[in-house]
T-cell receptor, first 113, second 114 residues
Framework: AQSVTQLGSHVSVSEGALVLLRCNYS??????LFWYVQYPNQGLQLLLK??????LVKGINGFEAEFKKSETSFHLTKPSAHMSDAAEYFCAVRPGNTGKLIFGQGTTLQVKP | DSGVTQTPKHLITATGQRVTLRCSPR?????VYWYQQSLDQGLQFLIQ???????AKGNILERFSAQQFPDLHSELNLSSLELGDSALYFC?????????????FGPGTRLTVL
């Protein structure tokens, strides 16, 4: 079964510092991969998605992620953190032609002033 | 605002009771998904409907059931509730079923079972 592992349940960075949130997936075939963000008391919002078109994917709010098949990774980065980036981030995989999303456990990003 | 609406926002009930959660997808979206978010299990896929038909099933308990109506809104029914059913229940919708299109999430219904 396909799965997603997010390394680090909590990540803390200073404002202006690089954000790196790690995601590894297990899949026998290249899957569709997603990063979602959840702000407190809100639903999930799509940041970006990988659908095999380009390995470097740019998303909203300055985030991007790189698909590395050899490492089965899809890490999320942002060059400079803002206070407004504080939220919970979820990596997800959509296996094959199914519609369901399989989520990682989530990473809470704290941004310190 | 994703365009997906869920009612109610909060629900407090007792063990053994039955509740119904409602979801209205974005205009034009045919597929509806239900997810459960809890501290123990994280975010888990429950079930998917596409144009009224069940399309995929995940870790959904037998005490839970869902349906999608002709107007495409969906309801998730939870019965014989247990303390462990307390969670945030999300509905999401997308245009199609299997393509890698975006799923748009509603704000969720927070269920508390006392």
């Amino acid at each position: 079964a396909q799965s997603v592992t997010q390394l680090g349940s909590h990540v803390s960075v200073s404002e202006g510092a690089l954000v790196l949130l790690r995601c590894n997936y297990s899949s026998s075939v290249p899957p569709y991969l997603f990063w979602y963000v959840q702000y407190p008391n809100q639903g999930l919002q799509l940041l970006l998605k990988y659908t095999s078109a380009a390995t470097l994917v740019k998303g909203i709010n300055g985030f991007e992620a790189e698909f590395k098949k050899s490492e089965t990774s899809f890490h999320l980065t942002k060059p400079s953190a803002h206070m407004s980036d504080a939220a919970e981030y979820f990596c997800a995989v959509r296996p094959g032609n199914t519609g369901k999303l399989i989520f990682g456990q989530g990473t809470t990003l704290q941004v310190k002033p | 605002d994703s365009g997906v609406t869920q009612t109610p926002k909060h629900l407090i009930t007792a063990t053994g009771q039955r509740v119904t959660l409602r979801c209205s997808p974005r205009s034009g979206d045919l597929s509806v998904y239900w997810y459960q978010q809890s501290l123990d299990q994280g975010l888990q896929f429950l079930i998917q409907y596409y144009n009224g038909e069940e399309r995929a099933k995940g870790n959904i308990l037998e005490r839970f059931s869902a349906q999608q109506f002709p107007d495409l809104h969906s309801e998730l029914n939870l019965s014989s509730l247990e303390l462990g059913d307390s969670a945030l229940y999300f509905c999401a919708s997308s245009e199609t079923s299997g393509s890698p299109g975006e799923q748009f999430f509603g704000p969720g219904t927070r269920l508390t079972v006392l």
